[in-house]
């Protein structure tokens, strides 16, 4: 089996896994760690959570055009994300943080290897499924 054979049978399951992980992730945090989602986690969140059901029913339909409604949410979650890494690393002004309730778009609740925050998790799960939705784009709409 060659590299585009692989990728055209698995890159959706490496989206479907990437979005599972992530989700089961941030119920973690929240639910066993007890750590209280921000505003800006929320939005997240919103846009995570159906990639799962979406990509399911597209695999189990064998919907080629499953990537159409993928993408839109990837590229919107990343850019959430994005915002509140930049708010985070001081890229930012405080100023421009959402939070005006509840916890701060700031805090910094886990910061693993020196740079891992939550929302840094976050950024690097939407641009993995934003990165495999484009692959999938490329080689398996090609061959069709």
Do not use: H
């Amino acid at each position: 089996m060659n590299l585009n054979t692989f990728i055209q049978k698995n890159i959706l399951y490496v989206a479907l896994m990437q979005s599972i992980t992530a989700v089961l992730g941030s119920l973690y945090f929240s639910v066993i760690k007890q750590y209280e989602p921000c505003v800006l986690c929320w939005y997240q969140r919103i846009f995570m959570f159906p990639l799962v059901l979406i990509l399911v029913v597209g695999i189990l339909r064998k919907d080629k055009s499953v990537y159409l409604y993928m993408l839109p949410l990837s590229i919107a979650g990343m850019i959430v994300a994005l915002y509140q890494v930049f708010l985070q690393l001081g890229v930012l002004p405080e100023t421009a943080a959402p939070c005006a309730i509840g916890v701060s778009c700031l805090t910094k609740y886990t910061n693993y290897f020196g740079f891992l925050s939550i929302p840094m998790m976050s950024l690097l799960s939407f641009s993995v499924l934003t990165l495999c939705f484009l692959i999938y784009r490329r080689y398996v709409l090609k061959k069709v």
